[in-house]
């Protein structure tokens, strides 16, 4: 039972315009969320993060937005940049136990420039 | 500030064969997290370690099994080896206060043949 989900395995988006990553989850005990972003032969690095008693949160180019209601949330990047290719992952953690985060399948981005 | 350094890098077994992989915690994380990346798919979580016992478990067998060192270093045991087995070993060290702070290595390929 896949409590994250990222139902887009890749996603291809021109140099400079807006890339946009989605995610739903079912765990309704989530409430701190996180993306991380993966390039080969590398280990996933820490990207953003939003928790549940907020819907937005930036860190320049990078915005989550968090929808409690439909349990989902969405990575805006805005300029894309070919440098911004790689897989990015979802993820979530809960209260109960925040240090055990669980992650979704993840989106391969492709900038094209 | 040191990452996370995870040995070997990769590594081939054949089945029924038992495997150990270490990692190296980044200066100051007290906790450390075991998660299995196959081909397409997210990280899975195994285990977690916080003062050297274990902290929570996933879906993962008993033959995964796992240690943490006093120095905060870990290793991952897997006996039995299976073919399913065959995947990317991620470590990733955290500080337990602090929410979802993972600090990742750039893994381990486990081949199983």
């Known amino acids: 039972d896949q409590q994250v989900k990222q139902n887009s395995p890749s996603l291809s988006v021109q140099e400079g315009r807006i890339s946009i990553l989605n995610c739903d989850y079912t765990n309704s005990m989530f409430d701190y969320f996180l993306w991380y972003k993966k390039y080969p032969a590398e280990g996933p690095t820490f990207l953003i993060s939003?928790?549940?008693?907020?819907d937005k949160n930036e860190d320049g180019r990078f915005t989550v937005f968090l929808n409690k209601s439909a349990k989902h949330l969405s990575l805006h990047i805005v300029p894309s940049q070919p440098g911004d290719s790689a897989v990015y992952f979802c993820a979530a953690s809960a209260q109960t136990s925040y240090d055990k985060v669980i992650f979704g399948p993840g989106t391969s981005l492709s900038v094209i420039p | 500030e040191t990452g996370v350094t995870q040995s070997p890098t990769h590594l081939i077994k054949t089945r029924g064969q038992q495997v150990t992989l270490r990692c190296s915690s980044q200066s100051g994380h007290n906790t450390v997290s075991w998660y299995q990346q196959a081909l397409g798919q997210g990280p899975q979580f195994i285990f977690q370690y916080y003062r050297e016992e274990e902290n929570g478990r996933g879906n993962f067998p008993p033959r995964f099994s796992g240690l943490q060192f006093p120095n905060y270093s870990s290793e991952l045991n897997v006996n039995a080896l299976e073919l399913d087995d065959s995947a990317l070993y991620l470590c990733?060290?955290?500080?337990?206060?602090?929410?979802?702070?993972?600090?990742f290595g750039s893994g381990t390929r486990l081949t199983v043949v």
């Open positions: 990733a060290s955290s500080f337990k206060e602090r929410v979802g702070g993972y600090t």
């Open positions: 939003i928790s549940s008693i907020k």
